[in-house]
């Protein structure tokens, strides 16, 4: 454990993985720990997401692993990958072209048998959660608002509505315990429930780690210098579930299926569309959480097919709109995997939810207050890597606070920040730009020619520094700003040594692989 400087009261905004893991290092660290959360109990079933559905299942790779490993609770750890399955690679699904019979094409994420893990959110939350509560320098505030702060005076302002029941242990449903009651001090506020009451919490540092929308943030602009900068891209998402496998009927199954599964458990399936895809995330219970990703304008196109037909249904459940379209689209899903009722109905339940790409700068005030996650650097899914940039946040983040080269804390978030821009935005636009990998290049002969010879390369020549980029992103601790230079160096250096052609590329590598010491020599040239 590191060497506490001096106790001090951290204040942590959002109990989500970050902010919880956040927690974690600060009361690791002997500080006194207050976590406040603006919905209910996380690990409560009937606590509504903030948006009013699951998120897209998580993908846990070595950045969000080693975060949690330098947490230093082993214990810990071993829980969470426990629950996770591990992902060995992508599986494309699709129809041949010709026969129109499906297929399903492998195609493994690393050369060296490396793989990322599927993990559930909420059970991922509720392991840190739990963990929290064990510790007693920490509270646990559910159904508290971030109303206000002055992080001059580094106090904060919530708006409390107190849960029905009060919870046990060390959560405080009431926000009592070391906070200044204000509405018990001065009469009520009019306008306000009777369970609603505000309180202002003083602290000696905040860090906001309450997601996209973060109140934390918008609190911080007021105060910091910051520049904002964010994007909503034009494609939704809408989720759906596909059951276990029914035993009865195994003749609905991929070839791929085992254990239970519709699919195969270890891998990510990708059903490639050009301007969209669907997706399915191995769960648990051997279920699959999928999602649709396409353009608004086909949501509404199909949203439109559906209404047209309302008045008179088609005479059979294959020929209902959102089935032809899965058929066209996405082969193989329904009805074998999802029965086509269900997919019209989890079509027409589940909301169309945007996607948002968030940059900012900086990250800081003084020393004060810090964002982390979602707060400082929302980015699309695609890559995998939200939760495992904000969880690297708070391990990058505390090697800061810990260091001796920083004489005060504002230094150190200072230096925080510097380091830490380039790369939350270098991770932002990897993101925005493998989905068009996952939609479309999967398929494309060039995609795979390349990465085929830089796993050659990365397996028989390792003195040349070449990896894919997705095995620097995913099982590596490179700094993402530095994934993005090393990939530009490598691209040109393959492009002009060994041409834009795959012709003769096994013969290439076979000599290289004999003349260790010429490709490395040749790379160091294109650093």
Known sequence: MPEVKSKEKIIVIGAGPVGALAAVYAARRGNDVDVYELRSDLRDPATTPLNFTKSINLALSERGINSLREAQCPSLLDAILADTIPM????????????NELFEESQKYDVHGRFIRAADRAGLNKRLLDELETMPNVKLHFNHKLAGADFNRNVAWFEVKRPSKANAGNIDPSGSAGDLDVDAANKEKGGKDDNDKEIEVKFDFLIGADGAHSAARYHLMKYARMNYEQNYIDTLWCEFTMAPADPSALNTLSKSAKDGFRLSP???HIWPAGSMMFIAIPSLDKSFTCTLFMPASSFSELDSAISSTSSSPPTT???????KFFNTNFPGVAPNLINTPDLLAQYKANPHL?????????????SSAVIVGDAAHAMVPFYGQGMNAGLEDVRVLFSHLDSTAYPSRAEALEAYTKQR?????????????????????VRSLAYKARKTLEELLDAWVPRSGVKTQYARVSFSNQRYSEVVRDVGWQGRMIERVLGVSVVGVVGVVGWSAVKLGWLSRVASVFR
Do not use: F, W
Not at 354 to 366: A, E, F, Q
């Open 354 to 366: 945007p996607l948002i790409s968030l940059k900012c700068t900086p990250y800081h005030y003084r």
């Open 421 to 441: 821009e380039p790369d939350a935005h270098a991770i932002n636009d990897l993101a925005m730009r493998n989905y068009v990998e996952m939609r479309s290049s």
């Open 317 to 323: 459940t294959e020929d209902n709109p959102v089935s």
């Open 266 to 268: 270890n891998h990510l």
């Open 88 to 99: 060995h690679g992508r599986m494309i699904h699709g129809r041949q072209t010709g026969t």
